[in-house]
């Protein structure tokens, strides 16, 4: 049996259409060690809609062979559900995606001739690890409720701990004095090097 894969636009769609559950009250961190109930306290006014997905647009250049291209790209990030990563960097077109279980890279110069497709096993689990990395743009979605575990070691440095389809995330914040986030960590699954063997490397965003 064929099982069809949605599109980038319906993808997109039903990732922003997920529904809200409720709003953000203070009184669900009183069981949280102290740094994750500072962090979610700046992180999220009481009150706020428990959004289950962001979208946002971004600029900037990247790297294509040898060159920096500019580049305007679109994400829906859904950190229980998937992502989706639109682009445009010159004349390549393309996408990052993950949902249900699959990702996959569609990249093509004027969305025309293929320059780059992957997927498969390898290129799933390393997407699933994207997805919950992303998490940190949708605090609301890390509460305790939907099932994620938190710890601390110390007041900077606290971790988000839950599982997304067959993918175990684990997410290390580095925390200001203000209970800020200033960098995450995460062991992501890849061939960073090319090599043609897949293993966890660790990954960092700032």
């Known amino acids: 049996m064929t099982v069809r894969i949605a599109s980038v636009r319906e993808l997109r769609t ?3 259409d997920l529904p809200a559950p409720g709003s953000f009250s203070d ?3 009183d069981s949280l060690p102290d740094p994750v ?5 700046v992180a999220v006014a009481p009150g706020t809609p428990l ?9 900037g ?4 062979g040898r060159r920096w291209v500019p580049f305007r790209a679109r994400q829906i990030e859904a950190p229980h559900h998937g992502f989706v990563w639109s682009a445009r960097a010159g004349v390549i077109v393309g996408s990052d995606r ?3 279980g699959y990702g996959a890279m569609n990249w093509k110069i004027l969305g025309l001739v293929r320059v ?4 498969g096993p390898d290129v799933s689990r390393s997407a699933a690890g994207r997805v919950g990395a992303e998490a940190v743009w949708v605090p609301t979605a890390l509460l305790p409720r939907f099932g994620v575990t938190w710890t ?3 007041p900077h440095h606290i971790t988000a701990s839950y599982r997304l389809d067959e993918a175990d995330i684990d997410l290390q914040y580095t925390l200001g004095d203000d209970a800020r986030v200033r960098s995450v960590v995460f062991d992501r699954w890849g061939d960073p090097d090319n090599t043609g063997t897949w293993g966890t490397t660790p990954s960092d965003s700032r």
Request: glycine share 2%; net charge neutral.
């Open 98 to 100: 993950y949902a249900n």
């Open 37 to 41: 109930r500072h962090y979610f306290e």
């Open 61 to 64: 250049s990247i790297k294509l």
């Open 14 to 16: 039903r990732l922003a």
């Open 152 to 154: 601390a070691a110390d």
């Open 27 to 29: 009184a669900e961190l």
């Open 51 to 59: 959004a289950a997905a962001a979208g946002f647009r971004m600029v």
């Open 116 to 119: 780059m497709h992957a997927d």
